[in-house]
C-alpha cells in the first residue's frame, strides 16, 4: 500500500504545482486544492498504515495492545483538512473579487503592484 | 499551573469574541479593541517578569503530560517577542482608532486584528511544532482578510500574490512536520529535539531542515524568496501594513531560531553557509530594491526584507553573541519598522500621497513628526545611539569573532546603503518644499474615506508615533540591560537542554519517554501514546 500512496502523492504535487505555474487564477487555486490534499495524504502516510487495528483500550487495561493504529496523524489530518478548507474557501472568494475588479482571469494582468 | 503563559493567547481571542458581539456598535468596538490591547499589554509584561525571574515558565494543555498534550512554553526569546507584540498591537490599537475608515470598521477590522494578535501570540508560545503550523494559519487567515479589506485593485492583486506564496510555504511547513513525524513520532519540539540526536543519520534530516528553511524563509521574506512582500504591503490601510510590517515577517524569523536552534542544532554545520549567504543577499537585494523606489511605504517594505537579513545572519552566524545580536535585531525593527510605516500614514493624512515626488515641505510644518522620522530612519540605518545601532554593533562583533570578514563588509556596507534611502525620504518628504504643481486641498484639514473631518483625531496617530520614536531612544540608550536580556536569550537558545528540562519535567521522566525510541519512517509513531500512564 505504502508505495502506491508515495507515487500518488508524488503525482498529486507534482500536478499541484503544474496548476500553480500556470497563467489562470482559477488554475492557481485549482493547484493550492491539489497541494494541500497531496501533504495531508502524506502526513497520513508516513505515520506508518495500520489496517484493522483501532487504538481501543481494552476494559482493566491502562494502555491499548501494541501494533494498533497511531491515532495522532489522523487528528493533525483532521485539523490539517479543516485550516486547508477554510483557507481555500477564502482563496475562492478572493479570485473570484479579483476577477471582477481586474476583468481577466489571467495573473499577467495583475503586475500592477510588482514594480 | 502557570497562567501567565496562556493569557498573552486567550485575552486577544476573548477581546476579538467580545468585539464580535458588538458588530454594530462601533464604539463598542473600538473601546473593546483598545482595552484588550492594554490588558494584552499588562500579561505580557507579567510573563516578562516571570520569565526573567525563572527562566522558563511552561503549561501543559489540559494538564496532559508532555509530549502528550500541547505545551505552552515561554523562554525568554518568547517572552520577549510576546511583550514587543503587545507593544506594538497596543501602538496599532490606538492609531486604527484615527485612521480606519468607517467601512473597515464594519466589516470587522478589529476582530480580525485580535485574531491576528492571537495567531503571532500562539505561534510565539507554543510548544508543538504542529501547533506552530495552526497559529501561523490563524495569523495568516486574519491577515488575508485584513489585506484585502477595501477591496481594491491594487489590495486585489497584491493580495493574489500573498495568499498563494504563503499558502505555499504553509504546505511546505504541513509537509516537513508530517516527514518529522514519520522520523521521530513525536509533535512535541522538546521531543522531538531529545530524539533527533537518538535518530539514525540518513539524509533525511538534512532534507527537513532545508524543507524548514524554505518554509520559514518564504514567511520571513529571505532571499529569494520574498517578492510577496513588496508586491503586497503597500496596498492595503496604512495601519494594517505597519501591523505586518511590525508582526507578520517576525513570526518567521522567531520559528527559524527557534527550529534551527532546537531541532536541527547538529545540521547547522551544513546549513550554516547557505543561511549566511542567504542572508547577505537578503540585505543587499532588499536595500537595492528600496534605493529604486520613489514611493513612500514601497520604500520601507523592500526595507523589511532587507532588514530580515540582519536577523538571518545573526542566526547564520551561530554563536550565543550573534543569536543575541539578531534577537536585538529583531526588537529594535518591530519598533522602527512599525513607526516609519505609521510616519508614512500621518504625511499620508497630511499631503494626500505616497509619492515622494509630490510631497515635501514637513519639516517647517510639522517639526516633531520629523523629530520622529529622524530618530526612526536613523536607528534603522544604525547610527549610535539608537537602537539600530546596538543591534548592528552585537551582530558585526560576532561575525568578526568568527571572521566572516565578507559578509560583515556587506552587512555594514548595506547600513550605508540604508541610510541614502532613508536621506532620500528626508529630502522629499521633510525638507524640500512643496512641489508646485501639488495643490494638496486643504492639508490642514483633510477628510476621511467618508467625508468627515479627520483633524481632531490627529494626536491619536501621533502618540503612538511619538512613543514609539521614544522607545527606539531608550532601548539605545538602556542598551546594557537590554543587552543582558539578550545574551540571556543567547544561552538559553545555544544551550537548548534547558528548554528540555522544562518542557519534559526531570531529566528522569525524559528518560521514560526514551524507552522505545520509534526507528525507521515505516515504524508506528504510537509508541509515545503506548506509554501514556
Given at each position: ?5 508515495a ?26 486544492m ?18 484493522g ?23 493533525v ?15 475562492v ?18 503586475k500592477?503592484?510588482?514594480? | 499551573m502557570?497562567?501567565?503563559v496562556?493569557?498573552p ?16 456598535s ?12 492594554i ?18 515558565v ?48 464594519k ?21 508543538d ?22 477591496g ?67 514567511k ?14 503597500h ?65 520601507l ?5 532587507s ?16 543569536i ?16 516609519l ?34 530618530l ?6 544604525g547610527?549610535?545611539p ?148
Open positions: 500500500m505504502e508505495p502506491l500512496m507515487v500518488a502523492i508524488g503525482l498529486l504535487y507534482a500536478t499541484a504545482i503544474f496548476m500553480m505555474l500556470r497563467r489562470s487564477i482559477v488554475k492557481l487555486v485549482i493547484g493550492l491539489l497541494l494541500s490534499n497531496a501533504a495531508n495524504l502524506l502526513i497520513f502516510t508516513t505515520a506508518g498504515m495500520t489496517r487495528a483501532p487504538p481501543l483500550i481494552p476494559e482493566g487495561m491502562m494502555q491499548p495492545p501494541s501494533g494498533v493504529a497511531d491515532p495522532l496523524p489522523q487528528a489530518v483532521l485539523t490539517a483538512i479543516v485550516i486547508a478548507f477554510g483557507v481555500l474557501a477564502f482563496a472568494v478572493l479570485i473570484r473579487r479579483a476577477y471582477e475588479v481586474v476583468k481577466a482571469d489571467d495573473l499577467d494582468k495583475m500592477d503592484t510588482d514594480t | 502557570r497562567p501567565e496562556a493569557l493567547v486567550l485575552l486577544p481571542l476573548l477581546s476579538g469574541a467580545i468585539s464580535l458581539l458588538f458588530w454594530r462601533r464604539p463598542m468596538q473600538r473601546f473593546v479593541a483598545v482595552a484588550g490591547n490588558a494584552l499589554l499588562m500579561v505580557s509584561l507579567w510573563l516578562f517578569v516571570a520569565t526573567l525571574s525563572d527562566g522558563y511552561t503549561m501543559q494543555m489540559g494538564s496532559w503530560p508532555a509530549p502528550f498534550g500541547i505545551t505552552l512554553i515561554a523562554d525568554l526569546l518568547s517572552a520577549v517577542m510576546v511583550l514587543m507584540t503587545a507593544i506594538i498591537g497596543l501602538a496599532m490599537g490606538i492609531y486604527s482608532l484615527a485612521t480606519t475608515g468607517r467601512g473597515h470598521e466589516f470587522g477590522y478589529y476582530p480580525l486584528m485580535h485574531l491576528l494578535l492571537a495567531g503571532v501570540m500562539g505561534a510565539f508560545l507554543t510548544g511544532i504542529f501547533n506552530l503550523y495552526v497559529w501561523f494559519e490563524v495569523m495568516l487567515v486574519a491577515s488575508f482578510a485584513l489585506l484585502i479589506l477595501g481594491e485593485r491594487a489590495q486585489m492583486e497584491g493580495a493574489i500574490k500573498y495568499v498563494t506564496l504563503n499558502l505555499l510555504a504553509s504546505v511546505i511547513f504541513l509537509t516537513a512536520v508530517g516527514l518529522l513525524y514519520g522520523m521521530v513520532g513525536t509533535l512535541n519540539m522538546a521531543d522531538i529535539a531529545l530524539r533527533m540526536d537518538e535518530a539514525e543519520h540518513t539524509g533525511m534530516v538534512e532534507v527537513l531542515a532545508v524543507m524548514f528553511m524554505v518554509a520559514f524563509g518564504i520571513a521574506a529571505a532571499f529569494p524568496l520574498f517578492f510577496w512582500l513588496p508586491a503586497s504591503y496596498t492595503p490601510p496604512v495601519a494594517v501594513s505597519a501591523l505586518f510590517a511590525g508582526l507578520l515577517t517576525k513570526v518567521g524569523v522567531y520559528a527559524m531560531f527557534r527550529v534551527f536552534t532546537l531541532i536541527f542544532d547538529q545540521t547547522m554545520g551544513y546549513l550554516q553557509d547557505i543561511m549566511l549567504w542567504g542572508a547577505a543577499f537578503t540585505m543587499v537585494t532588499g536595500v537595492l530594491g528600496a534605493a529604486a523606489q520613489y514611493e513612500f511605504r514601497r520604500i517594505s523592500f526595507h523589511i526584507v532588514q530580515i537579513g540582519y536577523m538571518i545572519l545573526g542566526l547564520a552566524l551561530y554563536t550565543p553573541l550573534a543575541a545580536g539578531g534577537v536585538f535585531a529583531i526588537v529594535h525593527n518591530m519598533v522602527v519598522k512599525t513607526n510605516f505609521l510616519i508614512s500614514g500621518i504625511t499620508h493624512r497630511l499631503q494626500g500621497t505616497y509619492q515622494l515626488k509630490k510631497m515635501g515641505g514637513l519639516y517647517r510644518e510639522r517639526p516633531w513628526l520629523a523629530v520622529a522620522f529622524f526612526s530612519a536613523f536607528s534603522l540605518a547610527i549610535p539608537l537602537s539600530g545601532f546596538f543591534a548592528k554593533f552585537v551582530i558585526v562583533r560576532a561575525g568578526l569573532e568568527v571572521e566572516a570578514y565578507v559578509v560583515i563588509g556587506i552587512a555594514l556596507a548595506v547600513g550605508l546603503m540604508t541610510l541614502y534611502s532613508m536621506v532620500k525620504i528626508w529630502n522629499e518628504v521633510f525638507w524640500k518644499s512643496l512641489p508646485e504643481d501639488n495643490h494638496v486641498p486643504e492639508t490642514t484639514t483633510p477628510k476621511g474615506d467618508d467625508g468627515r473631518l479627520l483633524k481632531p483625531s490627529l494626536w491619536m496617530m501621533y502618540l503612538p508615533v511619538m512613543v514609539l520614536a521614544l522607545c527606539s531612544l531608550l532601548i539605545g540608550v538602556l542598551a546594557e540591560p537590554i543587552m543582558w536580556v539578550m545574551m540571556g536569550i543567547g544561552d538559553q537558545l545555544f544551550e537548548p537542554s534547558g528548554y528540555i528540562e522544562a518542557v519534559l519535567g526531570v531529566a528522569a521522566s525524559a528518560d521514560d519517554v526514551l524507552l522505545e525510541p520509534s526507528s525507521g519512517v515505516a515504524a508506528p509513531g504510537a509508541n509515545a501514546e503506548e506509554e501514556a500512564p
